[in-house]
């Protein structure tokens, strides 16, 4: 399939990654979150308010499904919890991009529109919670990554040209 998935924690800059690297090295980019959005013709924040987490854990299962059977030489970005698909590996490589929780959030709340940002994430909600689920996941990302990419205080262009360099 010669994909590339990144995993890792929800604003870690998976989304952000995917599309720089797509650009510099003329992949598709590709993001879970976003077909799912599209697939529902709402937003994933709609979606946990209106059915709750497990169906949207459904819909991220129909999706990996449709990735596996139906995508090649594109890099996907995932959401925080995409990595517990259990045909992961049949879909492509698997990168973590690894900061810790403060780096995250400082990442978050740096960023020029940073209130949507955190908007946009129903399980960030609960800073406390977040960061209870970023220990629990942690150890979890690191078991079914394929490779491990530290991304805290390095700039994008650095994240991209270490990722093409550990992939390629």
Same mark, same amino acid.
């Given at each position: 399939?010669?994909?590339?998935?990144?995993?890792?924690?929800?604003?870690?800059?998976?989304?952000?990654?995917?599309?720089?690297?797509?650009?510099?090295?003329?992949?598709? +980019?590709?993001?879970?979150?976003?077909?799912?959005?599209?697939?529902?013709?709402?937003?994933?924040?709609?979606?946990?308010?209106?059915?709750?987490?497990?169906?949207?854990?459904?819909?991220? &299962? &129909?999706?990996?499904?449709?990735?596996?059977?139906?995508?090649?030489?594109?890099?996907?970005?995932?959401?925080?919890?995409?990595?517990?698909?259990?045909?992961?590996?049949?879909?492509?490589?698997?990168?973590?991009?690894?900061?810790?929780?403060?780096?995250?959030?400082?990442?978050?709340?740096?960023?020029?529109?940073? +209130?949507?940002?955190?908007?946009?994430?129903?399980?960030?909600?609960?800073?406390?919670?977040?960061?209870?689920?970023?220990?629990?996941? $942690?150890?979890?990302?690191?078991? $079914?990554?394929?490779? $491990?990419?530290?991304?805290?205080? &390095?700039?994008?262009?650095? $994240?991209?040209?270490?990722?093409?360099?550990?992939?390629?």
């Amino acid at each position: 399939m010669n994909n590339i998935i990144l995993i890792g924690f929800m604003g870690v800059g998976k989304g952000t990654v995917a599309r720089a690297y797509a650009k510099a090295y003329e992949r598709f +980019a590709i993001d879970t979150d976003d077909l799912i959005e599209s697939l529902e013709n709402r937003k994933i924040k709609t979606i946990f308010e209106e059915d709750g987490e497990s169906y949207f854990r459904e819909l991220e &299962r &129909r999706c990996a499904l449709w990735l596996q059977k139906s995508v090649k030489d594109s890099i996907i970005s995932t959401g925080g919890g995409f990595f517990k698909q259990e045909n992961l590996k049949k879909i492509g490589k698997t990168v973590l991009l690894d900061s810790s929780f403060d780096g995250i959030y400082k990442r978050l709340l740096d960023h020029p529109n940073s +209130a949507k940002k955190l908007a946009k994430r129903p399980l960030f909600q609960d800073q406390k919670k977040a960061k209870e689920l970023y220990h629990e996941r $942690v150890a979890q990302y690191k078991e $079914v990554a394929d490779v $491990v990419l530290d991304v805290e205080n &390095r700039t994008l262009e650095e $994240v991209v040209k270490e990722l093409h360099k550990v992939i390629e």
